[in-house]
């Protein structure tokens, strides 16, 4: 009788995580990336963008979105993510933030996903063609969430200089339907940075960056432990 109730409720417990990692997965919507090659790196950036390459990758799916406060409230309520610093309970559409590198991995998993590679990352936001941007080759205030700090910078007056809604921004999709590639929040990836790897990379630029334009080949990192106001992620799977 014991090990019959034991063994229900077990069963009862897996049924909810894997209905709870179901939502999830869901309401993020990811898109196909279908298999080819695409060109990564820039001869525009940083000395850390080069050399330009070719790299070929099989399909993936990606999130539409970055990962959401009330997409993160599951795991939280599911007791597989930590609460982070930033509050769960208003504004539930906007990215969850203060996430460290190891809570944003926590949080895939428990999504059915994973952590994009920085080649994942990069492809999904620019394409196959090369492009700067994720719509194109040219900067534009009104495609992304970017280049205001404190009423400073490029899109100031344009931009609110805070992390929006997912979404916010359609106008600036990738060619495969990933929002929000560029600005609004700086997104781990799973790589270690090649020049330092006691640090992850960070892609995608932020609201705030506004002395770092939102390119797709644009790379920084940070300590696996750091946590910010503009630092989200989101995730992938096969």
Same mark, same amino acid.
């Given at each position: ?15 909810? !995580? ?17 298999? &080819?090659?695409? @060109? ?11 050399? $330009?390459?070719?790299? @070929? ?6 999130? !539409? @979105? %970055? ?5 993160? &409230? ?11 610093? #930033?509050?769960? %309970? ?5 990215? $969850? ?5 190891? %809570? ?16 994942? +990352? ?7 063609? &090369? ?6 080759? %040219?900067?534009?205030?009104?495609? #992304? ?20 809604? $997912?979404? /916010?921004?359609?106008?600036? #999709? /990738? ?10 929040? +700086?997104?781990? $990836? ?7 790897? @006691? ?40």
């Amino acid at each position: 009788m014991i090990r019959a109730m034991l063994a229900t409720g077990i069963f009862l417990l897996a049924a909810a !995580r894997s209905d709870a990692t179901r939502a999830v997965g869901e309401a993020s919507g990811r898109v196909l990336v279908p298999a &080819g090659p695409f @060109t990564r790196g820039s001869t525009h950036g940083a000395d850390d963008e080069r050399p $330009v390459k070719v790299t @070929t990758l099989p399909a993936f799916r990606i999130d !539409r @979105t %970055e990962v959401t406060r009330a997409m993160y &409230g599951r795991c939280v309520a599911a007791r597989r993510c930590k609460p982070p610093a #930033a509050s769960l %309970e208003t504004e539930p559409n906007l990215p $969850v933030t203060q996430v460290d590198w190891g %809570e944003a991995r926590a949080f895939c998993a428990f999504a059915g996903g994973r952590l994009p590679s920085e080649d994942e +990352w990069e492809k999904a936001a620019r394409g196959s063609d &090369g492009r700067e941007f994720p719509w194109g080759k %040219e900067l534009d205030c009104a495609r #992304a969430n970017w280049g205001n700090f404190e009423n400073e910078g490029p899109c100031a007056g344009k931009n609110p200089g805070k992390p929006v809604d $997912v979404g /916010s921004y359609p106008q600036g #999709a /990738s060619p495969f339907g990933a929002l929000d590639m560029a600005g609004n929040v +700086w997104e781990w $990836v799973a790589d270690k940075y090649d020049r330092d790897p @006691t640090r992850r990379v960070v892609r995608g630029g932020s609201c705030c960056s506004y002395f770092v334009e939102p390119r797709a080949a644009n790379r920084n990192a940070w300590d696996p432990g750091h946590r910010d106001g503009d630092l989200g992620f989101r995730c992938v799977s096969r």
